[in-house]
């Protein structure tokens, strides 16, 4: 039976702190060593040496920690619904929905109304693009029709 040598040697643990500690990657310590890449990674482990985060790793946490602008309140659809529908002393808005605002998906603005008008691919479809509010998605007048408790929302194309 052949005689095993051991894949971490004094000799090849010495060489991966010192390719470690100049910053190589484990893909080249393990190329330079002569071992896998998983073997560098579990090594480094079990010997507890860590780097420190990399910029790009501390960009992508930056980005997922940063405060974003809340998206729908659910207090402020909440109040939305409950002005719609009369369960709150302040009127709603009633009436025919202004159509001078029409404008395509490259002209949407941030707080424009996004109801869909005509279908997708034809020629006249566009977007309403009247003011919405509170950072609602639809103006009032679509938000009549879009949000309708314990009912199906009918389809209106206008």
């Known amino acids: 039976m052949p005689v095993l040598s051991p894949t971490w040697t004094n000799e090849r643990i010495e060489l991966l ?3 470690f500690e100049a910053g190589l990657s484990c893909r080249e310590i393990a190329a330079d060593i002569g ?13 507890n040496l860590t780097r420190g985060r990399s910029v790009d790793e501390r ?6 920690s940063a405060p974003r ?24 808005v009633t009436g025919p929905i202004d159509d001078a605002n029409r404008c395509s998906l490259l002209e949407l603005g941030e707080f424009s109304c996004r109801w869909p008008i005509s279908t997708p691919g034809a020629e006249d479809f566009c ?4 003011a919405a509010h509170d950072g609602q998605p639809y103006c009032a007048g679509h938000s009549r029709l879009a ?6 929302a009918r389809v209106v194309r206008g």
């Open 59 to 64: 960009r992508l946490q930056e980005r997922v």
């Open 147 to 152: 949000y309708r408790p314990n009912s199906r």
């Open 35 to 47: 071992v896998s890449r998983n073997a560098v990674i579990g090594k480094l482990s079990r010997l």
């Open 127 to 130: 977007f309403c693009g009247n």
């Open 69 to 92: 602008a809340p998206k729908a309140v659910p207090r402020l659809q909440f109040e939305m619904l409950a002005t719609i529908y009369g369960e709150v002393d302040t009127p709603a």
């Open 17 to 19: 702190k010192q390719h």
